[in-house]
């Protein structure tokens, strides 16, 4: 049975809770009606959901110290120069178009006051190759074009019931694959970073990547605007979802600290079991783990999940998005524009991927004085970083930023960090991607309930917002509704599931094994 220190562990204790007040439904004999596994969006949202419909029998089991998931931040800096920075999300991504619909997410960051600053992240771009700097901000401007037309045709496709491929097959359809390491580093800037798709061409649905974009930041599509706001608020960014969880959440409705091992689940409720061996039972579990945890299966699940529920899961992809930030005694790189509100470098190299992506923090805008500036990589390049020693890492990027620089004496950085990822138990990556074999009906399944007790949410369930944190919270909430539904009438169903994906087209073959 339930065996858990709440209210009084570390981290909880910074929730101005408000008084506790009554709940409006009786206790179920089980420790809670609803099990919300995972504090970070998803989680908090559904709980919120959850106590708006009257129902407060819930616990949010999370296994950190605090609420906020892969809203994370770190204190960098030389005693006397330190500052907050983001290591997982970053941005209000797509926030409001004049009256129209406003990003959930930037509507926290109005309520709690964040401070966020809009961040032109084409405007101010100088670019460099091994020999340092190259102006070739003309092919950044194509490669801009490029994405846009092979969206265009993504749309045309989707009219059609064509079948999906990869962005690198989008891109040689429509002529446009890179021919040069400049042509291929803008594409990578397009692609893996601003797309945020953090993968080769190759590993992203052609279609998916459309859709995904627009409607987030295309407003003829529904999107919330093309803007995307820092977040260089010193609280960090977690502070949203944290606030938002102490107007409502109760000491006993949090257990902070609690690594779930096991989900055992049937048509009368779960048993959950805590890496301390802490049993929690309800009627409902809802799982906000990362896509990346259910397949590392860090997690045993009894009895293991149906074959439809494991395709879902396997078939999407956990993506990996590095920020290698560096802290320098004073600026000495490109903030050449200095009435821009960003500042950016791109670099070329022979190697895909080896730190293209530079970002200015030591801005009038964001942190001036700082000293602080960072490298964005992603996917296979991050997974090989992790393996690596922060000293040989570091190396490597002072080898970059030294030939970015060949006529300037780049000294040696007071401070670096990057954060792995990958390797966190926790997350196993940063966020979902869609890759060109993951069809709607596996995100469909990916969502479906198990056994009318087991629930799915997070930002991989987000058919339309995989990935961001708007996803996530528009998954919580529709997963508090849901479930909210099934505490008051027990016979629901639950989200559906087809029993298996099918392609709209036979095989050639009837037979392909002896």
Known sequence: MRQVHLAVLLGFAAFALSPSTAHSNPRSAKDAKV????????????????????IDDFLIVEARNELGGRMQNYTIGVSGKQYTIELGPNWIQGTQTGNGTANPILTLARKYHLKNQYNDLDGSITTYDYNGFKDYRDLLGTSIDQFTQVGAIAGERVKTQQVDLSL??????????????????????????????????????????????????????????????????????KIIIQDEAAEFLQPQQVSLNSVVTTIAYSGDGVTVTLEDNTTLTADYVLCTFSLGVLQYGDIAFKPTLPSWKMEAIQSMVMATYTKIFLQFEEKFWFDTEARMINSMAIYADMERGRYPIWQNLDHVKFFPGSGLVFVTVTGDFSLRIEGMQDSDVREEVMEVLRAMYPNTTVPDPVAFYFKRWNADSLFRGSYSNWPPSFLPGHSENLRATVDKRLWFAGEATSLKYYGFLHGAYFEGLNAGEEIAKCVEDPGCTGRQHLNSVVDASSYPFVSITP
């Open 35 to 54: 099990l919300i596994l995972g504090g970070g969006v998803a989680g908090v949202i559904a709980a919120r959901t959850l106590h708006r419909k009257g």
């Open 168 to 237: 690198q097959s989008a891109y040689g359809i429509a002529g446009e694959s890179p021919k040069n390491i400049y042509e291929a580093v803008c594409q990578y800037y397009e692609i893996d970073w601003e797309c945020k798709c953090t993968g080769s061409p190759a590993q992203n649905s052609w279609i998916a990547s459309a859709w995904n974009n627009n409607f987030t930041f295309n407003t003829d599509m529904g999107g919330f605007s093309e803007d995307n706001n820092l977040c260089t608020d010193q609280r960090g960014f």
